[in-house]
């Protein structure tokens, strides 16, 4: 593009650069003009946070809404989260004050006299999540060529957090569902700050269209990186009863991290809500000790919106600190201005979480700054020898470590069979069209993207068991409709969510709501909530709300939920972290002792040169440095292809570190040698499942006839294939 792509922009937006200061568009905003004016491709744009990618995708496209209006809705973004989606209204709502452009926004929490519109005038553009897509689709079907007829354009934000889910297939699906109301194909924009390899999400993002992808290499520059990693023991005392339990105000742990986010515009990031909850409500306590004021804030999913918007608002506050304690809901591009540091509690799960965690920090020039905790219990001197080992802190050094020497990102990992998803589609696309025929069914539903690998036997199983169980019924004229146990499903606004949820209880101090909790405890508990203790006054299980007053002291909160998948590259860079002779520039002195500690054991124990180790008598340790679904297969090898031959009992472990187990018949390298050719020979993925088997992985799994579980669980959560090629070169 010769012409300087400014004064091809809208005059409305070159308005807005002006009043707001900007000196030149960025590069990313450069090239996205390029390839929205002057091409008719799709455009993916994977740059760092902060960069003006939001901007970049909209200025070109609502200049072209601006000089041809369309007839319905012109853009159709989809987001990851209510916050998100929020968080974008509020910014495409100023870019848009001086044009006729609406942007409407839409989920659980948005007010229906908005939605209704939306349904009356539609136009501009709609924010949406993919639960709320599935229920303008299922619901709404006489008004989708009204609403999306002239569709121009379809924005997915956070391209990385959908591609591996499926949600990310679900939202491939709808768009398939959406097309006869089309005028025409709408072209696509992915948005995402971490990504590896474009190729893979170039293909997915154009799944279901004749267009190619376009994705600008952009150079913004090297950001620079502050890393810091520190590892910690417990102290432990005793609760006057004999029992251990951890002192977690005068612990050093405690008070490194209260040190390191003192006064600052600060991001706590931790895996799971618990953890999260358990580290703000120990902020807390140190600060009263300190006498320091209470700038802490708690922001997940099962913490109410104004809380979750109050934290939120705090740190875009430039007058004041503030340190939040989140999880993932943080973790995506939400505008909370110049945060100082992040602290991460605990290794992520992956490179991707990792930098896009990172990201959060850094803006306005200044460097990128983490600082990655770890702690474990103080040993007492009878632990197994795998349990010697700090996992989650070689899993940290691992995630940087493959990033700074590789730049590897974790690759789009393919799902042949995501039968979960199937039904979820197959009952919503009964539910909106009403009575089908198989074939009209089968047409619809297999020729989707998610489906195309789906052989129609497998649809023909499903429909089957469905109307075995009521969830379908044949009509007299032979067509198929949603059965009576069925409307039970798809009637719950549960349904259009194909992730998991819980029915959770609303905690409420007075009419104040704090958030919600899977398990209501009992009256006069008390439990973590908001980085606050509560003690419950009042459960009501028939409108599943718990009435709390608020107390001083500390208490912890579960939530159900799965650990996170781990690539098994990120294994074998644990493997080489804990080998090599390297010393990380980023490690603090408690963390260099502890990897010096760490090493010297693996030297001790011969770790390098074996995979199976005798911790006495008949029990052994095998350490196989697989991913999630390799080491799936490990553990299934064990307890079900060699369990007779070796008299192997008790398979035990932690998910993709380590295996413990008896054997009884033979010795350790003559289980490495028979698992070397087990590898080699190759492995049938059913003979890894009991007869009947069928494991319960997804959200509508419950719903699938068992054929079909054993084929997904086979082929999609377990690799036997790099099972296979890793330990046939033991």
């Known amino acids: 593009m010769n012409e300087n792509p400014f004064f091809k922009l809208a005059p409305f937006i070159q308005e807005f650069i002006f009043a707001h200061g900007w000196t030149e568009l960025r590069a990313v905003q450069v090239e996205a003009c390029r390839v929205i004016f002057d091409t008719d491709a799709h455009l993916l744009l994977a740059t760092g946070t902060a960069s003006g990618k939001t901007e970049a995708a909209f200025l ?31 910014r495409l709502n100023e870019l848009l004050k001086e044009a006729e452009i ?196 708690m922001h997940h999913g099962s913490i109410s919106a104004p809380l979750r918007e109050d934290a939120e608002d705090t740190l875009k506050d430039p007058t004041i600190p503030a340190i939040v304690a989140a999880t993932t809901t943080l973790e995506l591009g939400i505008d909370v201005g110049p945060l100082e540091r992040i602290i991460q509690l605990e290794a992520p799960y992956s490179v991707s979480s990792f930098l896009q965690r990172l990201g959060r920090s850094g803006r306005r020039g200044n460097p990128q700054e983490m600082v990655m905790v770890f702690r474990e219990e103080e040993p007492i001197g009878d632990e197994l020898l795998p349990q010697q080992f700090p996992w989650s802190f070689l899993q940290g050094i691992a995630l940087i470590q493959l990033y700074l020497e590789e ?30 025929r198989f074939s009209e069914l089968a047409d619809r539903v297999l020729q989707l993207p998610p489906f195309l690998q ?67 405890p009992p009256p006069g508990e008390r439990f973590g909530l908001a980085g606050r203790t509560w003690e419950v006054l009042e459960v009501d299980p028939r409108h599943k709300v718990i009435l709390v007053r608020g107390v001083e002291g500390k208490a912890l909160t579960t939530w159900p939920g799965p650990s996170g998948v781990i690539h098994t590259r990120i294994k074998q860079r644990m493997k080489q972290a804990l080998l090599e002779d390297v010393d990380y520039p980023y490690l603090q002195p408690n963390a260099r002792q502890r ?78 040698r028979r698992l070397v050719s087990l590898a080699r020979e190759g492995i049938s993925p059913e003979s890894l499942l009991g007869t009947n088997e069928a494991p319960i992985m997804q959200k509508f799994d419950p719903f699938l006839p068992p054929k079909l579980l054993r084929k997904a669980f086979a082929y999609d959560h377990l690799d036997v294939e790099e099972f296979c090629q890793i330990v046939g070169n033991w």
């Open 595 to 672: 990897l010096k500690e760490a090493r010297n054991l693996a030297r001790m124990v011969g770790l390098e040169k074996n995979h199976i180790l005798p911790l006495g008598g008949r029990t052994f340790a095998l350490f196989p440095w697989l991913g999630t679904r390799s080491f799936r297969v490990m553990s299934r090898v064990l307890k079900r292809l060699l369990a007779s031959e070796f008299k192997i009992t008790n398979v035990e472990g932690e998910p993709s570190n380590y295996l413990i187990f008896k054997m009884e018949k033979g010795d350790q390298e003559e289980l490495n």
């Open 407 to 436: 730049r590897w990102i974790e690759p789009l990992r393919p799902v042949r069979f995501p039968f979960s998803l199937l039904y979820h589609q197959t009952m919503a696309i009964l539910a909106s069209q009403g009575e089908l």
């Open 60 to 90: 070109p496209i609502l200049t072209l809404l601006h000089q041809d209006p369309p007839q319905s809705v012109g853009v159709l973004y989809l987001g990851p989260t209510k916050a998100l989606i929020n968080d974008q209204f509020q």
């Open 102 to 297: 609406p942007v409407f926004h839409w989920h659980g929490d948005v007010p229906l006299s908005e939605k209704m519109r939306v349904l009356t005038e539609p136009k501009g553009v709609l924010q949406i999540t993919p639960e709320s897509m599935e229920a303008l689709l299922m619901h709404r079907k006489t008004d989708l060529m009204k609403i999306f007829g002239d569709l121009r354009f379809v924005v997915i934000d956070e391209v990385h957090v959908f591609m591996n889910s499926d949600r990310g297939r679900q939202i491939l699906a709808q768009l398939g569902r959406l097309k006869p109301y089309l005028r025409k194909e709408p072209r696509r924009v992915g948005l995402s700050a971490t990504l590896g390899d474009y190729s893979e999400v170039e293909e997915w993002l154009r799944q279901g269209t004749s267009r190619p992808v376009i994705t600008p290499k952009v150079g913004t520059g090297e950001q620079k990186i502050r890393l810091a990693l520190e590892h910690f023991f417990l102290l432990k005392g005793t609760d006057g009863k004999g029992s251990v339990k951890e002192d977690k105000v005068i612990n050093p742990y405690y008070e490194f991290i209260f040190d390191h986010s003192l006064n600052r515009k600060c991001l706590i990031f931790s895996n799971s809500k618990e953890e999260a909850e358990s580290m703000l409500s120990s902020l807390r306590m140190v600060a009263k000790t300190k006498k320091s004021p209470d700038f802490y804030y």
């Open 454 to 520: 789906v052989p129609v036997e497998d649809l023909k199983e499903l429909v089957g068991h469905l109307l075995a169980i009521d969830h379908l019924e044949r009509t007299e004229e032979g067509g198929l409709i949603v059965g009576l146990k069925g409307e039970e499903i798809v009637r719950s606004f549960r349904f259009y969510a194909v992730f998991q949820d819980e029915d959770e209880y609303t905690v409420k101090d007075g009419s104040r709501e704090i958030g919600s909790v899977a398990f209501p």
